[in-house]
């Protein structure tokens, strides 16, 4: 009687105080894994995951055999581990973002906590394009400036940065669905410091360099051609 105690109270441990929401990044076609907190089930515990707002059944164990209900988002992309009850889903899409709930019967008692996971798409590499020279009066090569923009286009939740070497010289945020984001900057005539575009999200980066040696040297070099991708 004390050993089944001690044992009950070790697999029911990890999962007190965990009715908090959690959060889970992931990236489409990869996979995430929502975990109950058990380190092993008892035979007599029923665990269900539902997901959505109609909390909609996805799996189940009870009496140690494992349900799974054929909801086409899920079909052939759930794997349950028996021992822990933890939930994994392979080849994610964004139609895998939602609420997560896990139910677990321990008898006397059921335990609920819920697990929100955000599916991102993977970020595009950004484009660098030199917009327009800008000149002084004189036209002098050291009154020269680049004016370039970088850009991403059908993107979000992402943060889009301009780098010189490691420090961080300006982002922009954005959280809206599929639109197109641009963030300038000026470089000045033979600044041969390493610069690079950084776009990211929670699950992805990508970086472009700017290749210095492709700007115009002086304002004569850019009257042929004002915009142009680096």
């Known amino acids: 009687m004390i050993h089944g105690l001690v044992l009950f109270c070790l697999c029911f441990f990890p999962l007190i105080g965990a009715e908090t929401d959690e959060l889970v990044s992931a990236m489409e076609g990869g996979s995430f894994t929502l975990r109950t907190g058990f380190t092993e089930m008892q035979g007599d515990h029923e665990i269900e995951w539902r997901f959505g707002s109609n909390r909609t059944r996805i799996i189940k164990i009870q009496a140690g055999n494992i349900f799974t209900d054929d909801i086409t988002i899920f079909r052939d992309r759930v794997l349950i581990e028996r021992q822990t009850g933890d939930l994994a889903v392979t080849n994610i899409t964004n139609e895998h973002t939602g609420v997560y ?98 776009v990211n999200n929670p699950v992805s980066t990508q970086t472009k360099h700017l290749d210095t040696y492709q700007l115009c ?14």
């Not at 370039?148 to 982002?171: A, I, M, R």
């Not at 040297?217 to 680096?230: A, I, M, P």
């Open 101 to 198: 709930e896990l139910s677990i019967d321990l008898g006397l008692r059921e335990l609920q906590k819920k697990i929100i996971v955000t599916v991102y798409a993977p970020v595009p590499v950004p484009v660098i394009t030199r917009y327009s020279p800008q000149c002084s009066s004189s036209s002098s090569s050291s009154g020269f400036k680049s004016v370039l923009l970088c850009s991403v286009v059908n993107v979000s939740h992402v943060t889009l940065s301009w780098y010189k070497g490691n420090s961080l010289l300006s982002s922009i945020s954005v959280s809206d669905l599929s639109i197109s984001l641009s963030l300038p900057l000026e470089v000045e005539y033979q600044d041969k410091n390493n610069y690079s575009c950084v």
């Open 217 to 230: 040297q002086t304002c004569s070099d850019c009257d042929n051609w004002s915009q142009k991708e680096l």
